[in-house]
């Protein structure tokens, strides 16, 4: 089936550094998302992306993250400066529609700030 | 939080068992998802109940939902070991796909 790829697929960094996850998301799809997975907890939902904006953001996408896909290349989530808390697997999601249509989820990058 | 205060929970059964993993909800949701995560991999959907629906079937699956009570159930006919997986429920708050809202999991695992 339809495939999400995520690189790194491991990142360490030291705090305050700035990070770049990727994602390449399936081709024909138009909407896009980040959640937020730590060790032993839920998955949350970090934001959505479509049309070169940001639709929705929640709670935990603080002044430190932002996203973009420029020119159709990867949707990438970067996150500056970081820290500590910011330890977890980011996964992320792509749909073709917004209405009750299946994300697909890449494997996932396990990012660990020291 | 949308969802209880459980704990991921763990489930272990003998293959060839039924097993049923539930959820249940505090807010509105028109659908109700159940993915499945196997170690190291993203989740990956595999049944969606509607609000209008109280049963749906796939294969060996079968999910259930009562809106009355906010609460859903999955349950797998005659496991296999490849049933072996973290299964999550989530559900969409503002009434479309766009912001999914996860359970806390049951991590089920067969035993041969």
């Known amino acids: 089936g339809p495939k999400v790829l995520q690189i790194p697929s491991h990142q360490i960094i030291d705090m305050g550094q700035m990070v770049t996850l990727n994602c390449d998301p399936v081709?024909?799809?138009?909407?896009f998302y980040w959640y937020k997975q730590i060790l032993g907890q839920q998955m949350e939902f970090l934001v959505n992306?479509?049309?070169?904006?940001?639709?929705?953001k929640s709670k935990l996408f603080k002044d430190q993250f932002s996203v973009e896909r420029p020119d159709g290349s990867y949707f990438t989530l970067k996150i500056q400066p970081t820290a500590l808390e910011d330890s977890a697997v980011y996964f992320c999601?792509?749909?073709?529609?917004?209405?009750?249509?299946?994300?697909?989820f890449g494997p996932g990058t396990r990012l660990t700030v020291l | 939080s949308q969802w209880g205060e459980e704990n991921l929970q763990a489930l272990s059964i003998q293959e060839g068992e039924d097993v049923t993993m539930n959820c249940s909800y505090k807010?509105?949701?028109?659908?109700v998802h159940w993915y499945r995560q196997d170690s190291g991999r993203g989740p990956a959907l595999i049944i969606l109940?509607?609000?209008?629906?109280r049963e749906k079937r796939s294969g060996r699956l079968r999910a259930t939902l009562d809106t009355s009570s906010q609460s859903s159930s999955l349950s797998i006919t005659a496991a296999q070991c490849e049933d072996t997986a973290v299964y999550f429920c989530?559900?969409?708050?503002?009434?479309?796909?766009?912001?999914?809202?996860f359970g806390k999991g049951t991590q089920l695992i067969i035993q041969p």
């Open positions: 999601a792509s749909s073709y529609r917004d209405w009750v249509y299946e994300q697909y």
């Open positions: 109940i509607r609000s209008n629906e």
């Open positions: 081709s024909n799809h138009l909407y």
């Open positions: 989530a559900t969409d708050e503002t009434g479309g796909a766009d912001r999914l809202t």
């Open positions: 992306f479509y049309n070169g904006k940001v639709m929705e």
């Open positions: 807010t509105y949701t028109t659908v």
